[in-house]
């Protein structure tokens, strides 16, 4: 490992680096036994409590709640991207009368917190607590995938847009054949960390009492006795972690991919004066 | 080999075990009780009553997170007093308990999902009040519950509501007993998502008590009596339960009166309230009397 | 309308208590996340590897599991708080610190090569290097980002409201209850005061931003 920031270690630093790193290993392993050995000594590690997973009607609830958790994602996502990519044309709109009151509505979705925009369309719409739960995701997170493309559009060289003009394309062609495209593939790495905040999102969801994993195993906790809302809250919390993590390591994927595909892109395309030597 | 396998299945018998312990623990939650269907019932033509039958099915709105009165199974199904009580009422109009389609209603959307009609009737510890009788109709009541105080075994400084003033007593954000024990009683309110969620700042001793309905607060005394205990038996409200259904349905609203009378001659009140909330408050409740209005 | 301006009281302590939150663990948040970007770029693995950890897992853990853990876990361990607030904010700025650390750490990234080189050409240490070259333009170009995350962290405050805390949205939920018949004017009223906080920030947000483009 080098950097720029700093000389490569000599064999003294490496000793000193060691010896830092292991000590603060055995610090931090310290740390997590004795929260261990304190959970242990009130009980929360006996096998009776745990032996709960050996039941399939738990498995179904909590199979339940996995389920509730991606379907509300997985809706919201849909309606959400499409009207993120609707709201940031109007954003960027050359008419002053949409431009503005779009950017107004922006900046309130932008800054409301989504519990009330989940529990304001629960009581004052009256719907179900999917449909409040959809609602409140979709609102805020197409706000911000506007702000992310219309980031990714502001990002791409000026001559995109002014070749597009130029070859006598409107202004609206030009954004959406041209400057569209080319900001959603550069930002889709940031579009994919925010589909990983909307996943998480969902577990807001408790406010308007819709049954996502975090609920699921509430009311589960509740149903069997305060003794098991440990067990069950550790296997929500591991189960909720795995699933984000495989979004967020597809966001890395595909960021890898993409910058391979630029480089490889950019290599066909030689620059008068830098060819390379063949 | 042998020796381990044996192991594992003893292991799983402790564990199936452990859990049936927990489940009955829970207040006679394995009663999947179904109450005799009538055969053919004949109502009125065009009453609600007519539509339900002949529709053959009934949606109930119930709460899924209140311990003995209606809370989720681990079979996904709702059990408790209140879901009793609804059985009962679509057993009267013959309709089978697998025919009734139970939804969650939480406070906040009781009054909307009458109103729009997304639930036929809703019973679901919902007090009677002045304030919502303007929005919808209400049959019975046919519980009375009441506020109390639920605190530590070794507390003995909060015996009545006015001991906890400027104390901090922990309820569930946004409902009515929050409301009573600040503004009536000058308690600090730690608000809570549910209930259930006040026990471990109450173990903790981060907060003096944890306020809501009595039968409620009986539920978690029942499962831990070595840890938490009632401040005292009186109540300081009055919380009469009614069953929510659309407003200025006089025949239906009456009809349910009937029936709740009927129970209560009949003995399926008491069995209702046997299988479920009297596995942990024994004293058996009378049926309040009904509020014909 | 009316419920607005009778409830103000309520509306006012909710408001201070929800500022408190968003400022004290903003303030924690920024230094524990400039210290976690820092450690993400030094010289000894085991700072690199605990910080890129830490990130990656708070990072993909809810905000509600992380309040569970600091408001009902971390008691058990024997932390107890008198009050409330501290777990939530326990809560919050861990959780806003791993979003600050990447933003940082993508600041970092963002100040060119040559910056790092000049500087230990002329001899600097790794710490000179990042607290005095370094960070300082890659602070420049991160704030707007950073305030974006403030402004998250407002609104990630209202959780606090399910854990044991009574701020602005948690005094929303009582109003609503109390005032059944005005339920959207109850909200209208808390999303008002959340906008006097956040609107601000977006502004603010929006203007460093042009400067800094122009900057460059």
């Known amino acids: 490992m080098s950097s720029v920031l700093y000389d490569v270690p000599g064999p003294k630093a490496r000793r000193v680096s060691l010896i830092g790193s292991v000590i603060g290993i055995i610090l931090i392993a310290a740390v997590v036994a004795v929260a261990v050995m304190t959970l242990a000594q009130q009980g929360i590690f006996e096998s009776q409590r745990w032996a709960i997973f050996s039941q399939a009607d738990v498995w179904n609830l909590i199979a339940n709640g996995i389920g509730a958790t991606l379907s509300a994602a997985a809706v919201a996502a849909v309606i959400a991207f499409p009207l993120g990519l609707l709201l940031c044309l109007m954003r960027i709109s050359d008419i002053a009368w949409i431009r503005v009151p779009t950017r107004i509505v922006l900046e309130f979705l932008r800054g409301m917190p989504v519990v009330l925009m989940m529990l304001f369309v629960l009581l004052v719409f009256a719907t179900s607590s999917f449909i409040a739960v959809v609602a409140g995701l979709v609102l805020y997170n197409s706000a911000i995938f506007a702000e992310i493309i219309r980031a990714g559009i502001q990002s791409l060289p000026k001559g995109q847009r002014e070749a597009g003009l130029a070859i006598g394309l409107t202004s609206f062609q030009s954004r959406l054949t041209i400057e569209l495209p080319q900001a959603i593939r550069r930002m889709l790495p940031s579009l994919v960390a925010q589909l990983v905040v909307l996943l998480k999102d969902t577990s807001l969801g408790y406010i308007v009492a819709y049954g996502e994993l975090l609920r699921a195993v509430q009311v589960m906790a509740d149903f069997l006795g305060p003794q098991y809302l440990f067990p069950v809250f550790f296997v929500a919390a591991a189960i909720y972690i795995a699933i984000n993590l495989a979004v967020s390591r597809l966001a890395i994927w595909i960021e890898k991919r993409g910058s391979k595909k630029a480089a490889g892109g950019t290599a066909h395309v030689p620059v008068a004066g830098t060819a390379p030597a063949k | 080999m042998k020796a381990f396998l044996t192991r594992r299945k003893s292991l799983l018998v402790a564990a199936s075990a452990a859990l049936a312990l927990s489940l009955s623990a829970c207040g006679g939650s394995s009663s999947t009780s179904n109450p005799p269907v009538a055969e053919k019932p004949s109502f009125a033509a065009d009453s609600t009553m007519a539509k339900l039958s002949s529709a053959g099915k009934i949606t ?90 639920m605190v530590n075994k070794d507390n003995s400084s909060i015996t009545k509501p006015e001991d906890v ?52 607060l009986a539920g978690f005394v029942n499962k ?54 009297g596995a942990v408050i024994k004293t058996a409740p009378k049926l309040p009397a009904i509020d014909r209005y | 309308m009316d419920v607005i301006i009778e409830s103000l009281p309520q509306y006012w302590d909710g408001f201070l208590r929800t500022l408190f939150l968003a400022v004290v663990s903003g303030i924690i948040a920024l230094v524990f996340g400039t210290l976690l970007a820092a450690a993400r770029v030094s010289p000894i693995a085991a700072l690199r590897g605990f910080s890129m950890a830490y990130v990656e897992v708070v990072r993909n853990t809810p905000l509600t599991i992380a309040f569970f853990f600091a408001a009902v876990v971390l008691p058990r361990l024997g932390v107890t708080f008198e009050q409330f607030e501290i777990a939530a904010i326990i809560a919050l700025s861990a959780y806003t610190a791993a979003f600050i650390a990447e933003a940082v750490r993508s600041g970092v990234n963002s100040v060119p090569v040559g910056q790092a080189e000049a500087a230990r050409s002329i001899g600097m240490k790794f710490g000179q290097v990042l607290s005095l070259i370094i960070l300082p333009q890659a602070l420049r170009t991160v704030i ?16 606090a409201g399910a854990f044991y805390v009574l701020e602005l949205f948690g005094y929303g939920k009582q109003l609503a209850n109390d005032h059944g018949d005005a339920v959207m004017w109850v909200l209208v009223g808390v999303a008002f005061f959340y906008l006097l906080i956040t609107v601000p920030l977006g502004y603010l947000a929006n203007v460093v931003e042009r400067k800094v483009a122009i900057a460059r």
């Open chain 3, 144 to 159: 707007p980002p950073l305030i974006n995350i403030l402004i998250a962290l407002v609104k990630n405050s209202s959780v």
């Open chain 2, 165 to 216: 003033k400027g104390k901090k007593v922990c309820s569930v954000t946004g409902s009515t007993p929050a409301s009573t024990i600040v503004e009536k009683y000058g308690a600090v309110l730690v608000p809570a998502a549910t209930y259930s969620a006040c026990l471990e700042p109450l173990r903790n001793k981060q907060v003096e008590a944890v306020t809501t309905d009595n039968v409620i």
């Open chain 2, 224 to 277: 831990e009596p070595d840890a938490f205990k009632l401040a005292s038996d009186e109540t300081f409200t009055k919380e009469p339960y009614g069953i929510g259904l659309k407003k200025d349905d006089k025949v239906f609203r009456s009809w349910i009166n009937d029936q709740l009378e009927a129970f209560d001659k009949d003995g399926s009140y008491k069995k209702a309230w046997e299988a479920t909330a």
């Open chain 2, 60 to 149: 109930i709105g119930t709460k899924f997170d209140q311990p003995l009165f209606g809370q989720k199974g681990l079979d996904g199904k709702p059990v408790g007093f209140d879901v009793e009580i609804g059985k009962l009422l679509a057993a009267k109009l013959g309709i089978p308990a697998d025919k009734i389609e139970w939804v969650e209603t939480v406070s906040a959307n009781r009054e909307q999902f009458i109103k729009q009609g997304k639930v036929d009737l809703i019973v679901a510890t919902y007090t009677i009040s002045d304030k919502r009788k303007t929005e919808v109709d209400f049959a019975g009541p046919y519980y009375e519950a009441g506020q109390a105080l």
